[in-house]
C-alpha cells in the first residue's frame, strides 16, 4: 500500500532529509533522492496518464487573444450556388451521405476562394500599421493557401501543406523563421496546426483564412504561435 506521499518516497526513492528554515525555526523534511524500485514503479502506472491543463504549462505566458474581423466579400456567386446544392442534398442512403459531405467540402471551398481578397487586404494592411513582420496564416485548401501566395507574393512567403515531402516542409519552416525576407508562412491547418515547432520565435501571430470543424485543431494550430 503506498497510497500515500510518504509511503511512496520511501517505496521507490531514497528520501534525503534537508533543514528548512521557518523564520527564528529550523524543520526537516524528506524530498525524494535516488530512484528505486523503478521496474514496480513503471507496471502501476503504465496504464495511467497524467493531464496537465494548459493553464498549468502556460502560466507564465499571457492568455492569446481571438479576434474576429470583418471583411468584405465582394463576389459569393460560386459560393451561393455550391451552397444551394449542398442543401438540396439527400442524406436517406449512405451513398447520398457521402455525396452531401463533398457537395459541403465544395461550398466550404467556395467560401475560403471568395474571403481571398478581402483576407489579403486586411493582412497587408495589419503589416503596416503594426509593429509585425512576419504572419503565419492558415488555410484549409490547398488551392487557397497558393492563391494567398499568389497575391501577397511568392517571393516573401512559404507553403506548408501535406503533400509537400518532409525536407520540403523542414525548410519552409527554416526559411521562414531564419530569412527576413519570408513575411508570410501560408500552412494547411491540419499538416501545419500540429507538430510544427519554432514559429513563435518570430511572431505570435496567426490568421485563419478558413476555419475548422474540430475545435481541438482549432486550439492546436493557434499553439503553433504561442
Known amino acids: 500500500d503506498v497510497n500515500s506521499y510518504n509511503k511512496s518516497l520511501k517505496r521507490y526513492t531514497t528520501p534525503k532529509t534537508i533543514t528548512i528554515q521557518r523564520g527564528l525555526f529550523k ?42 474581423v470583418p471583411i468584405e466579400v465582394d463576389d459569393l456567386k460560386e459560393y451561393r450556388i455550391a451552397e444551394k446544392v449542398f442543401y438540396n442534398s439527400k442524406m436517406n442512403t449512405k451513398e447520398e451521405r457521402f455525396n452531401a459531405e463533398q457537395n459541403l467540402a465544395k461550398a466550404r471551398k467556395q467560401l475560403g476562394i471568395a474571403k481571398l481578397d478581402g483576407a489579403v487586404e486586411w493582412i497587408n494592411e495589419h503589416l503596416e500599421s503594426s509593429n509585425k513582420s512576419k504572419l503565419v496564416i492558415f488555410a ?15 517571393d516573401n512567403s512559404v507553403l506548408f501543406y501535406g503533400g509537400m515531402t518532409p ?60
Open 27 to 68: 524543520t526537516k523534511k524528506q524530498i525524494p533522492g535516488e530512484p528505486c524500485n523503478v521496474n514496480e514503479l513503471n507496471n502501476i502506472i503504465l496504464n495511467h496518464f497524467f493531464r496537465v491543463s494548459e493553464k498549468e504549462v502556460f502560466e507564465n505566458i499571457a492568455e492569446m487573444q481571438n479576434i474576429v
Open 167 to 226: 525536407t520540403e516542409k523542414d525548410n519552409a519552416v527554416k526559411q521562414f523563421i531564419e530569412n527576413d525576407k519570408i513575411k508570410f508562412f501560408l500552412g494547411n491547418s491540419l499538416s501545419a496546426g500540429t507538430g510544427v515547432d519554432g514559429l513563435n520565435k518570430v511572431t505570435s501571430t496567426a490568421v485563419m483564412v478558413e476555419t475548422l470543424y474540430s475545435h481541438a485543431e482549432w486550439e492546436q494550430a493557434k499553439g503553433r504561435v504561442r
Open 140 to 154: 484549409y485548401h490547398r488551392d487557397v493557401l497558393e492563391a494567398l501566395a499568389e497575391k501577397l507574393g511568392t
